[in-house]
């Protein structure tokens, strides 16, 4: 039995069988003509079943990934090629339909309210929502405009909100994910590359987090341009075998945290024998601007339209040499000590720590964590961008209720350790350690 092209439903059965929301439903009839129902002689809209079963097949290519314009464009091929994408469906009646109430209907559809409502429904463990929301967004405004004011504005706000204790970590990651997975799914349905030029993206070693540069993947990618996502942690081998391999114009590097900052800058460093340009960036450069001067490449600026200017800058080759600055002694041989004494400085520091309230998986971390940091500052020459790294160390405490005296205590004892294994090569180390536990008394 084929679909009835008869207008038979007003648009309250419509948005009732569809589960689509009003606003959603007339910006595609705005500016997709599709569907585009007939209308009574009070201007009301009056839908086919044709139409509701391309309302589902619209809303089933979203949920597979597709944006909307994609989606609709999929549509016009098939009817351009004399195939009807809905040949073979099953008409239902309305006499079988449930007529439940749509997920999320907003009333509210601008784009700050809509990250907001995308915001709650993270914080409520809501998937069914925070999608729905999502699907409204990319069917009314430009997959750019969704992705940079919902999803990447959306994912600093929750930042906030775990920074503030007002949100869990439990939460952060449920959003992190559902953004990563729309994300993924939007660079697998970009249109083909139309400009031949080849961008190498990924993280150095140890950095894991994946959204930044998957979304200036993503925004690239619909710039025409040929973009291999590489991903997280990439060992530097692999980027050198990766830019033989495809003949790339451009690497691009993304860290946020310090101690990747350091593997970046030893990336960097071997990549740039090989004659392309690299560019970085990242939300530590941002913090601590002083590291962009220790590193060999180009820097991207601190936002994704000024990293996409400047990747367009450079592949265009206006590209100029950045003179690098170089680490001081004192801290070249506080670095060598610190990494060949490191294991024995921090048995040292786990003999004079008093037990506390917390596991000794908390303790090794915390441990683990400010070496790490300590070595990639004393790589890049100065103990002050440890400052802003360890308010992890904080909130560890705080999570346990405890005291400042607490990390006071550990600072001193960790000042103690490199006192005991590494004596006068160690201050640089040890200058930081004393201000650090002075501010927090």
């Not at 953004?179 to 993206?201: E, F, G, W, Y």
Request: glycine content about 6%.
């Amino acid at each position: 039995m084929s679909l009835s092209k008869n207008p038979a439903f007003n648009l309250k059965a419509v948005l009732q069988e569809t589960n689509i929301a009003a606003d959603t439903l007339r910006a595609w009839e705005r500016r997709y003509g599709l569907p585009m129902p007939q209308r009574t002689a009070g201007g009301h809209r009056l839908y086919s079943q044709y139409d509701i079963e391309t309302i589902k097949w619209l809303l089933a290519r979203q949920a597979e990934g597709l944006s909307i314009s994609r989606a609709v464009d999929s549509w016009n091929e098939q009817i351009a090629s004399n195939s009807d994408p809905l040949a073979g469906v099953t008409p239902s009646t309305f006499s079988t339909i449930q007529l439940t109430p749509a997920i999320y209907i907003s009333p509210d559809t601008n784009l700050d309210s809509l990250r907001a409502q995308w915001i709650a429904a993270c914080m409520k463990f809501s998937e069914a929502n925070s999608e729905q929301v999502l699907n409204q967004a990319f069917s009314m405004f430009p997959v750019e405009s969704v992705c940079m004011e919902i999803l990447q504005k959306g994912m600093v706000e929750i930042g906030g909100l775990w920074y503030e204790n007002k949100a869990s970590v439990q939460q952060e990651h449920f959003a992190s994910g559902l953004a990563m997975r729309r994300l993924d799914a939007l660079l697998s349905a970009s249109p083909a590359p139309s400009r031949n030029q080849t961008v190498l993206v990924g993280c150095p070693p140890n950095e894991w987090h994946t959204f930044t540069p998957l979304l200036l993947s993503l925004l690239l990618r619909r710039r025409g341009l040929n973009v291999i996502y590489l991903g997280a942690n990439v060992p530097t081998d692999r980027f050198d075998q990766a830019v033989t391999s495809v003949q790339a114009n451009l690497i691009v590097l993304v860290s946020q945290a310090l101690v990747s900052a350091a593997t970046l800058q030893l990336t960097a460093l071997t990549l740039s024998g090989l004659r392309i340009p690299v560019g970085f960036g990242g939300r530590i450069f941002n913090m601590r601007p002083e590291i962009v001067d220790h590193i060999p490449g180009h820097y991207l600026g601190n936002s994704i339209d000024s990293s996409l200017e400047e990747i367009e800058r450079l592949l265009k080759g206006n590209v100029k040499t950045q003179k690098l600055k170089t680490t001081t002694q004192d801290y070249l041989a506080a670095y060598q000590a610190f990494v060949s004494k490191r294991s024995h400085i921090e048995s040292k520091v786990k003999e004079l720590v008093q037990p506390l309230s917390i596991s000794p998986d908390s303790l090794q971390s915390a441990i683990q964590y400010l070496g790490d940091n300590i070595a990639a500052a004393l790589q890049l020459g100065d103990m002050e961008h440890v400052t802003d790294e360890m308010e992890w160390l904080k909130v560890l405490l705080q999570s346990h209720q405890r005291s400042a005296q607490e990390l006071v205590d550990f600072m001193n004892h960790y000042s103690r350790a490199i006192d005991n294994q590494i004596n006068g090569q160690g201050e640089p180390i040890k200058a930081w350690l004393k201000t650090q536990a002075s501010q927090e008394v």
